[in-house]
């Protein structure tokens, strides 16, 4: 952005990014009516909305032209408490499959 | 103490000695200060950098909102599937463009008001807000027609409440992240236009659009493409 001689040249600069974007969720609609079983599908579609959210972030928010100090201060802080909210799970199956009244 | 070490080093650039010469208020308004300042350690303005920290919490909030949903359906065995392609998928998939869209404008607008075109910055920021405003109409419609199907907040028609709890508190919070995005919008390309506020004003509430932008694809996946009627 800092090197925009002129204003307008950024649409046709990202404009294959927000391509690639619009594709992503094409995809998504796709994929989600083929046959996968639930767990296939979350992990294709959570692998995809991440690409889509790695593009929006790095291009769109310009992270990838901002130092690399902001984005190390930054992005593994959130991956961290991302990650450690997965901690979750292992409850959240018990309650399904472990409960007395569980069928 | 820190102050009164910058008071000390701006009367030592200005050459000023004998305490009487200029007040804090004075520093200020003059603004010389700034050049005494140390470097931002990130090369941004310091508005720039509150954005990404508030854009890094409310990126927690979501997850753990997200998260939550992902515990309740999992533990739920009666999780209803209640969207069809049409209208609801094919609405998520309008949304979905126009949301993307207006990013791509918003881009514009940043551009555009760096390089100081104020009249093509306006254009962009107020055809963001039109897609902002769609996005929002398109929104509620889609929960109007969950309302006139029978979910509530606590209650759906076809399985566990839970699921009108998590819907409605997920697509709701970013609703009012949309909303007050185009909110937000408004004042800034409103003040622009009047040369109240800069490019870097633009640019920080930009960033603020992205994000709402990125939250939906993240939304779209785990609430909507999971749940789809067959």
């Given at each position: 952005m800092a090197g925009s001689a002129k204003s307008g040249n950024v649409i046709a600069k990202y404009l294959p990014i927000y391509f690639v974007l619009l594709g992503i969720a094409g995809l998504e609609v796709f994929l989600a009516y083929r046959d996968f079983s639930i767990r296939s599908l979350l992990a294709i579609l959570l692998g995809l909305a991440v690409c889509g959210g790695v593009l929006a972030v790095m291009y769109f928010m310009h992270l990838a032209q901002e130092r690399r100090s902001l984005f190390l201060t930054l992005i593994p802080a959130l991956i961290f408490v991302l990650v450690m909210l997965n901690m979750i799970w292992t409850d959240s199956f018990r309650l399904l499959h472990l409960r007395p009244f569980a069928h | 103490m820190a102050v009164a070490a910058f008071y000390y080093r701006y009367e030592a650039v200005n050459g000023?000695?004998?305490?009487?010469?200029?007040?804090e208020s004075d520093m200020a308004v003059h603004g010389h200060g700034a050049a005494l300042m140390e470097a931002s350690p990130f090369a941004i303005p310091s508005r720039k950098l509150t954005m990404w920290l508030f854009i890094i919490s409310d990126a927690v909030t979501f997850g753990a909102l997200l998260f939550g949903y992902g515990y309740l359906r999992t533990a739920s065995?009666?999780?209803?599937?209640?969207?069809?392609?049409?209208p609801s998928i094919l609405n998520v998939m309008i949304m979905t463009f126009v949301l993307i869209t207006s990013s791509l404008t918003i881009l514009g607008a940043v551009d555009s008001a760096k390089a100081g075109d104020k009249a093509k910055a306006s254009r962009f920021l107020w055809s963001t807000i039109l897609l902002g405003v769609i996005f929002a109409g398109l929104h509620i419609r889609e929960w109007f027609g969950l309302i006139d199907g029978g979910v509530r907040l606590f209650q759906n028609p076809w399985g566990s409440p839970l699921f009108g709890a998590t819907f409605f508190s997920i697509t709701g919070l970013h609703l009012l992240h949309v909303i007050g995005g185009v909110v937000a919008i408004a004042v800034v390309a409103r003040k622009f236009a009047r040369g109240s506020l800069t490019a870097s004003h633009v640019e920080t509430t930009g960033l603020y659009w992205h994000f709402v932008d990125l939250v939906w694809m993240f939304v779209v996946p785990l609430v909507y493409l999971l749940n789809l009627s067959r």
């Open positions: - | 000023k000695q004998g305490g009487n010469t200029v007040s065995p009666d999780w209803p599937t209640p969207f069809k392609f049409n």
